[in-house]
């Protein structure tokens, strides 16, 4: 008489232990299908022994994250049972394998560094092209505007100095001409001429002397 539909003996003797690495087949049933999924890692745990309570415990890390799986050792859900690997450990329990694990991964992401890598898509690159535009767009007005002030600058202080050249010459015609004093000659003393009558009298007085 039948009391499970699995080979108990074949399971009894396949002599799953902690430290081996097992691939089990597991039977899931999805939409009224039934498909087998395949759980590999290391072995934790057995528990009860070889009685039909007895189970063990998978553990595998699956994109960086540890997944635990406790199987009865006799569950009709379980289509095969496969040992991949067979290690020599001194502990009936291998629970310290958490910690060490998450030490290692620790020890991992101090050495990390932070790096993006892709790839651009086509809407990625008609946006950045449009951004792009639109930035060469706003510097050209900004350019022209600048220009345009300084431009206006210019032409103001143009007009300013131009203004100033005409207030001076308005200055300049209105101001009289200072008049020169003329050099005043020194005048020369005029000599009175005295008559030759008068020399001669005087002359002959002198002889007379």
Same mark, same amino acid.
Request: charged share 40%; net charge negative; aromatic share 4%.
């Given at each position: 008489?039948?009391?499970?539909?699995?080979?108990?003996?074949e399971?009894k003797?396949l002599?799953?232990?902690?430290?081996?690495?097992?691939?089990?087949?597991?039977?899931?049933?999805?939409?009224g299908?039934v498909r087998?999924?395949?759980?590999?890692?290391?072995?934790?745990?057995?528990?009860?022994g070889?009685?039909?309570?007895?189970?063990?415990?998978?553990?595998?890390?699956?994109?960086?994250?540890?997944?635990?799986k406790?199987?009865?050792?006799y569950?009709?859900?379980?289509?095969?049972?496969e040992?991949?690997?067979?290690?020599?450990?001194?502990?009936?329990?291998l629970?310290?394998?958490?910690?060490?694990?998450a030490?290692?991964?620790?020890?991992?992401m101090?050495?990390?560094?932070?790096?993006?890598?892709?790839?651009?898509?086509e809407? @990625?690159?008609?946006?950045?092209?449009a951004a %792009?535009?639109k +930035?060469? &767009? =706003? /510097?050209? $007005?900004e @350019?022209a505007?600048?220009k345009e002030?300084? %431009?206006?600058? +210019?032409? &103001? =202080? /143009?007009? $300013?100095e @131009?203004?100033?050249v005409?207030?001076?010459?308005v200055?300049?015609?209105?101001?009289?001409e200072?008049?020169k004093?003329?050099?005043?000659?020194?005048?020369?003393?005029e000599?009175?001429?005295?008559?030759k009558?008068?020399?001669?009298?005087?002359k002959?007085?002198d002889?007379?002397?």
């Amino acid at each position: 008489m039948a009391i499970s539909p699995v080979n108990m003996s074949e399971r009894k003797e396949l002599g799953i232990r902690p430290g081996d690495t097992v691939r089990v087949h597991q039977k899931i049933q999805d939409k009224g299908k039934v498909r087998i999924q395949i759980f590999e890692g290391l072995v934790l745990a057995r528990k009860h022994g070889d009685e039909p309570g007895a189970t063990f415990t998978v553990r595998k890390v699956a994109s960086g994250v540890g997944v635990e799986k406790i199987y009865p050792l006799y569950s009709p859900l379980i289509d095969k049972l496969e040992i991949v690997k067979r290690a020599k450990v001194r502990r009936a329990k291998l629970y310290y394998i958490r910690e060490k694990v998450a030490r290692e991964i620790k020890r991992q992401m101090r050495r990390m560094s932070l790096v993006s890598f892709s790839t651009e898509s086509e809407a @990625e690159m008609a946006t950045k092209a449009a951004a %792009d535009v639109k +930035a060469a &767009e =706003a /510097k050209a $007005a900004e @350019e022209a505007e600048l220009k345009e002030k300084a %431009d206006q600058a +210019a032409e &103001e =202080a /143009k007009q $300013a100095e @131009e203004a100033k050249v005409a207030e001076a010459e308005v200055v300049e015609t209105e101001t009289p001409e200072e008049v020169k004093p003329e050099e005043s000659t020194p005048e020369t003393p005029e000599v009175e001429e005295t008559p030759k009558e008068e020399v001669e009298e005087k002359k002959e007085e002198d002889k007379k002397e």
